[in-house]
T-cell receptor, first 107, second 115 residues
């Protein structure tokens, strides 16, 4: 089983759509969780940390279910600029990345 | 906003040669990291570094690799006797401390091409 597993997509959605990404992780001792976004041939950039109680940052909502070892990211009212690959990242003790889910938002 | 900077942006090297990739972490950060990303694949952890020594390393980080903080600002990754499969993007990252909830800030990477 992969340490961090994501649906690779691609997800192709129209502007304004709501889209959800899922991620599962295998190490139950993992301590921290993040979503990063990565544009083509660029560095990963932190989108948001993921907290046990769930957290929201504008149009983005992250959820964590430790019992199921499952993390999600919801993007509401998607914009063209949201087009990127979204990386699920699990820390404990080092950072383990998922392979990413590619999102394309179309006009 | 402070940034992690990496040089060069692109390095082309003949197979078998040594290469040094350079990073300047954010100035008040104490923990430093190297990752690699082979084209089309996921980001992979290589090594973490604190207080002038390696904290953790992955199975990828074998004797071919070494890291150093030669002065107060630079953090380097040396790859000896490069192989074709070392071709990848190499990212440096840093954090202020070791707290598990601290996200890492990445430099914009060095593209290493081995010929």
């Amino acid at each position: 089983r992969k340490e961090v597993e994501q649906d690779p997509g691609p997800f192709n959605v129209p502007e304004g759509a709501t889209v959800a990404f899922n991620c599962t992780y295998s190490n139950s001792a993992s301590q921290s969780f993040f979503w990063y976004r990565q544009d083509c041939r660029k560095e990963p950039k932190l989108l948001m940390s993921v907290y046990s109680s769930g957290n929201e940052d504008g149009r983005f909502t992250a959820q964590l279910n430790r019992a199921s070892q499952y993390i999600s990211l919801l993007i509401r009212d998607s914009k063209l600029s949201d087009s990127a690959t979204y990386l699920c990242v699990v820390k404990g003790p080092d950072m383990r990345f998922g392979a990413g889910t590619r999102l394309t938002v179309k006009p | 906003e402070p940034e992690v900077t990496q040089t060069p942006s692109h390095q082309v090297t003949q197979m078998g040669q040594e290469v040094i990739l350079r990073c300047v972490p954010i100035s008040n950060h104490l923990y430093f990291y190297w990752y690699r990303q082979i084209l089309g694949q996921k980001v992979e952890f290589l090594v973490s570094f604190y207080n002038n020594e390696i904290s953790e390393k992955s199975e990828i980080f074998d004797d071919q690799f070494s890291v150093e903080r030669p002065d107060g600002s630079n953090f380097t990754l040396k790859i000896r006797s490069t192989k074709l499969e070392d071709s990848a993007m190499y990212f440096c990252a840093s954090t202020p401390g070791r707290g598990s909830n601290q996200p890492q800030h990445f430099g914009d990477g060095t593209r290493l091409s081995i010929l």
